[in-house]
Nanobody
């Protein structure tokens, strides 16, 4: 069974950058052609951040991160990346990746499977 493993989180000052990785362990991303990133801050619901199709031809972003975050993937390495620039304190959250179930809305967390354990991102002011 494919498991997703996130890494790359950490503590940075506001305005800094981090690159998160989401690796598929025990297989590939398979038929779930879209992979998404979500985040969840304490007391908040999990929210959509970005998603990418299997070939990288299409990407999708939440308005709050558009222009600052970039999602990409390397299928040879079974890895999806999230480059985060100009980080703000409000970006502080645990970031998760997951595989999207085809045909459903990409911004709804329940339409994803194989969630990783998450990686903490903290942007200090």
């Amino acid at each position: 069974q494919v498991q997703l493993v996130e890494s790359g989180g950490g503590l940075v000052q506001a305005g800094g950058s981090l690159r998160l990785s989401c690796a598929a362990s025990g297989g590939t991303f398979g038929v779930y052609n879209i992979v998404g990133w979500f985040r969840q801050a304490p007391g908040n619901e999990r929210e959509f951040v970005a998603a990418i199709t299997w070939n990288g031809a299409s990407t999708y972003y939440a308005d709050s991160v558009k222009g600052r975050f970039t999602i990409s993937r390397d299928n040879a390495k079974n890895t999806v990346y999230l480059q985060m620039n100009s980080l703000k304190p409000e970006d502080t959250a645990v970031y998760y990746c997951a595989r999207h179930r085809p045909g459903l809305s990409i911004v709804v967390p329940s339409n994803y499977v194989s969630w990783g354990q998450g990686t903490q991102v903290t942007a200090s002011s």
